[in-house]
């Protein structure tokens, strides 16, 4: 491993991933590696979301102090935390833009020596457009964000900032026509009062605390550790990921801890763990159903029908694997049986031809939509200042709304965060790219670094050229 040569030798690193899992699984690793070896665990920290204030605050303060060699993060310690300057970065699959790259690269710099960044690309095919067209990195000038200003999640946290800061005043405006509205609201929710012409912050809470620069949404799970007499909360989980997460029989791991959660009391927001020592950890299976609630704008191109509205998006883990670790084999199963999550949110989707199964065949089209997701979900970040992360792409063969296949791309946010606007009016260049990234690669049939892995695929056609005839199909060209 890259990050055990440059923390054996006491060069101070951080190492950024994607998920939260996989800062867990890391350290883990890094964990068994080192114990001892450094003096103590305490020399190579996590760092994510969900852990908690005091714990966060503990190893900023060890990573400036230099008390910590190694820290791995998700994109959780990328700006606005004053963690000093380290030696080195060591950037685990591509962040999705190039801004985050940049950020994440700039936490290794010191003044007056020499620092390194590496960036490591995934086999996915966005890291590899990457590293195979690096103008398009070191070319271009970082994205700009994109956020969408009237989604109410994001407005209502942000006038809850902006009050905290300085009382708003009878007749102020904050971007919309409603935010008296927003703030008689506030007054409700006891976070404002109103006296003379001037509206107050009467919450004990600072605002901030509940803001995600990325992320708008609220209501966070506890998980509480009973392993001893004495019950403590170790830390939180959002409610769109507590049901992967923390559902029973999961294995939580905390800075490279194991718990068991025995216990999800879903309606209280809460999960009982207790400290086990296993050599898996868990991975929860997601199935995510979507239904059209509304369009906005919509436009016929030669066939195809793409549209642009409001969404329903449910999501339900049914089973979860246990994992082995260091080899990754699967050595087992359980079911999951909670309430589906849903979200409203924004999706741009494209609809092909309802005669198209007369050109090709079912199992085709089932191969060929398979192939889109893939490749769509990784094209798409090309365009949007986002992360595959942030944005989901579910194919239907035949959808109840449009009665035709069709490809929908939503924003993964409660309300939609403009994602989905932009790619609209970028259809054609999308998939042109898609296309390009498929030809780009050198595989025969196809592979995870374009449309899949050969064995998500069923029947005996090529799935490498059955996307390719879809996205002609959408482009208009055949
Ligand atoms: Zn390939």
Not at 24 to 38: I, N, P, Q, R
Not at 109 to 117: A, D, I, N, P
Not at 333 to 354: C, K, R
Request: hydrophobic share 35%; charged share 25%; aromatic share 8%.
């Amino acid at each position: 491993m890259l990050s055990e040569e440059f923390i054996k030798n006491g060069i101070q690193t951080i190492v950024f991933v994607r998920t939260r899992l996989n800062v867990e699984v890391l350290v883990t690793y890094l964990k068994d590696l080192f114990f001892g070896k450094l003096g103590g665990e305490g020399r190579v920290r996590g760092y994510r979301g969900g852990y908690l204030p005091r714990e966060r605050r503990e190893i900023e303060r060890g990573l400036r102090e230099g008390s910590i060699t190694g820290v791995v993060s998700t994109n959780a310690l990328e700006l606005g935390i004053d963690i000093g300057s380290l030696e080195a970065s060591i950037i685990c699959g591509y962040p999705g833009t190039i801004s985050s790259t940049w950020q994440q690269a700039g936490r290794a710099g010191r003044r007056h020596s020499s620092s390194v960044t590496i960036l490591i690309a995934g086999s996915d095919p966005l890291d590899q457009y990457i590293v195979k067209n690096p103008e398009y990195f070191l070319g271009s000038s970082p994205e700009h964000g994109l956020i969408n200003p009237d989604n109410l999640a994001i407005l209502y946290s942000h006038m809850k900032c902006a009050a905290f800061e300085l009382p708003f005043e009878d007749g102020e405006k904050f971007g919309v026509e409603t935010t008296g509205e927003v703030l008689k609201y506030m007054e409700e929710a006891r976070i404002l009062r109103h006296v003379g012409n001037r509206w107050h912050w009467s919450s004990e809470a600072f605002p901030s605390d509940e803001v995600s620069l990325r992320n708008a949404s609220e209501e966070n799970f506890i998980i509480i550790d009973v392993t001893a007499p004495q019950h403590r909360v170790i830390g939180e989980v959002d409610r769109f990921a507590a049901p992967m997460m923390i559902h029973e029989g999961a294995i939580y791991i905390h800075e490279g801890e194991q718990y068991q959660v025995d216990k999800l009391d879903f309606e209280g927001k809460k999960a009982y763990v207790t400290r086990v020592e296993v050599d898996y950890y868990t991975d929860a299976n997601l199935a995510v159903d979507l239904r059209v609630l509304d369009v906005f704008k919509e436009e016929g191109l030669s066939g195809v029908v793409k549209s642009c509205g409001e969404v329903m998006v449910s999501a339900l883990v049914t089973m979860y694997k246990k994992i082995k670790f260091y080899t990754h084999e699967n050595i087992g199963s359980g079911q999951v049986n909670l309430p589906e999550m849903e979200m409203h949110t924004t999706s741009y989707w494209a609809s092909l031809p309802e005669d198209i199964e007369g050109a090709i065949s079912r199992s085709e089209l089932e191969n060929g939509l398979l192939g889109l997701s893939n490749i769509l979900a990784n094209a798409a970040p090309i365009f949007l200042m986002c992360s595959p992360r942030d944005i989901k792409v579910v194919c239907q063969v035949k959808s109840t709304f449009t009665q035709r296949p069709t490809v929908f791309i939503y924003d993964n946010y409660p309300g939609g965060v403009g994602f989905s606007e932009k790619l609209y009016e970028l259809h054609g260049e999308l998939y042109k790219t898609a296309r390009e990234m498929i030809e780009q690669c050198p595989c025969e049939a196809g592979c995870p670094s374009c449309v899949g892995p050969l064995n998500a695929f069923s029947g005996s056609e090529n799935p490498k050229e059955t996307t390719l005839k879809l996205i002609d199909v959408i482009l208009g060209t055949k």
